[in-house]
């Protein structure tokens, strides 16, 4: 494996870290801290601290950035093994990280509001940061369809390419699938049980974490080189049969 290469899947795992790390203190912790009992909590939340809701915006804005940084460099890595795959991978990933801009959007806005009262339909301050943080949900809501179509393609070249645990490739795959199929399970609250919603996207958690620990352990398998034939076992010249 030569220089740029391992250079590549490291630059590659440390985006992928970062997508992790942004998400998971914007998402899991910040966010269910600033979500009042009401529209009104939840708007004074936003402006109670200013340098706490720069902290999770800019956390918000922090997966956008290493969510799409992650789909260049899988791009990158991947397209000299199946330029197909790379190019879906580097696709379905980017319309993540347009989807967490949609949820960036509201929530920048919902904190405006608060502000300026003026911006609220009717200056109703509560209903509309309501609205503005319910919508800035469900754009995380639905990007989960592309968090579980960006792991499939990617999954697959780590199956079949020889470069990467075929056991991680088949993870990769079943837990794309499952985040795909919690998309659909939640688009409507209550019409399945969240546990189940949860559990079928459990599998991409464990295969995320394995690949971005493999990128900046391992980075990359050595392409195997084709095997060749030694003199004896491919016969003799054609000049030996010849002479004989």
């Known amino acids: 494996m030569d220089d740029a290469t391992r250079t590549t899947a490291r630059v590659t795992g440390a985006s992928y870290l970062g997508l992790a790390v942004t998400g998971m203190l914007g998402f899991l912790l910040l966010r269910p801290a600033f979500l009042g009992e009401d529209g009104l909590s939840t708007a004074a939340n936003l402006v109670d601290s200013p340098p706490r809701t720069l902290l999770f ?57 608060e502000d300026d009262a ?4 009717g200056g109703d301050v509560g209903a509309t940061v309501s609205l503005l943080w319910a919508t800035a949900d469900s754009w995380w809501a639905v990007g989960a369809l592309f968090f579980g179509l960006w ?7 780590a199956r079949t390419s020889g470069r990467f645990p075929s056991l991680l490739g088949w993870l990769l795959i079943v837990g794309g699938a499952g985040y795909v199929v919690s998309a659909f399970l939640g ?3 209550g019409a399945a049980p969240s546990w189940l919603v949860d559990a079928v996207a459990m599998p991409a958690t464990v295969a995320e974490l394995w690949m971005i620990g493999y990128l900046l352990i391992v980075g990359i398998r050595p392409a195997t080189a084709p095997a060749t034939a030694s003199p004896a076992a491919a016969g003799p010249l054609p ?6």
């Open 187 to 189: 688009l409507v609250e």
């Open 151 to 157: 792991l499939i393609p990617m999954g697959h070249v």
């Open 57 to 113: 915006l800019g956390l918000e804005l922090g997966t956008v950035a290493t969510q799409a940084l992650a789909a260049v460099c899988f791009y990158k890595l991947l397209r000299g093994l199946n330029p197909v795959a790379a190019w879906a991978t580097a696709a379905f990933g980017m319309a993540n990280a347009l989807a967490i801009l949609g949820s960036a959007a509201m929530l920048m806005t919902a904190a405006a509001v």
């Open 239 to 244: 000049s030996e049969g010849v002479a004989r």
């Open 118 to 121: 003026s911006l609220a339909p």
